[in-house]
């Protein structure tokens, strides 16, 4: 099973700034099975990113991803209010699906 | 456009089972897995297992071996989740999520809150 470890738990930023969401995996992640997800309260998840770094067609331009092997990277250029949520990476493609821990985007 | 609606809040006894809906539109039920993920009050997300609509097969996170049942009906575009021997540690949100790979649709979710 791959492991998920995602840093920092919290993220407190203004407006503007950017947010930089590590995702650390426990083993290599073949062909980039790395997608993130935002959650906002009381919604389901929303799919931003998959294979690491492709974006779904709802996903704004300020935010990307990157990374290979066991280490991810989400980043938001600047924050736009609608960007404070919680994210989440997850490992998929071959059992058992995994889920990082999720770090939270706050309002500082 | 794939939509995903699930059975209502549930509220059980430590000891009980729960059985949860989710009743696919927008799309060929067959074509896609169907993942279940909960969420725990305030938690992160768990996988659960999925169940191929095609041949019925199913795979189970290990945690949950044991006491989780994945079924589907076809004629009705529906899967089902049922959990046995509930704890307090089972109350969460459930979800379903039709896919092959990513979770581009989620159901709108099931709260089950287990208490005595």
């Known amino acids: 099973e791959i492991v998920l470890t995602q840093s920092p738990g919290t993220l407190s930023l203004s407006p503007g700034e950017r947010a930089t969401l590590s995702c650390r995996a426990s083993h290599n992640i073949p062909n980039t099975y790395l997608a993130w997800y935002q959650q906002k309260v009381g919604q389901p998840p929303r799919l931003l990113m998959y294979d690491a770094s492709t974006k779904t067609t709802a996903t704004p331009d300020r935010i990307s991803g990157s990374g290979s092997g066991t280490d991810f990277t989400l980043t938001i250029t600047r924050l736009e209010p609608e960007d404070f949520a919680v994210y989440y990476c997850q490992y998929y493609g071959v059992s058992p699906w995994t889920f990082g821990q999720g770090t939270k985007v706050e309002i500082k | 456009q794939k939509q995903l609606v699930q059975s209502g809040a549930e509220v059980k006894k430590p000891g009980a089972s729960v059985k949860v809906s989710c009743k696919a539109y927008g799309y060929t039920f067959t074509t896609y897995s169907m993942h279940w993920v909960r969420q725990a009050p305030g938690q992160g997300l768990e996988w659960m297992g999925r169940?191929?609509?095609?041949?019925?097969?199913?795979d189970y996170a290990q945690k949950f071996q044991g006491r989780i049942t994945m079924t589907r009906d076809t004629s009705i575009s529906t899967a089902y989740m049922e959990l046995t021997g509930l704890t307090s540690d089972d109350t969460a949100m459930y979800y379903c999520?039709?896919?092959?790979?990513?979770?581009?649709?989620w159901g709108q979710g099931t709260l089950v809150t287990v208490s005595s």
């Open positions: 999520a039709p896919a092959t790979m990513t979770f581009d649709h």
């Open positions: 169940i191929n609509p095609n041949s019925g097969g199913t």
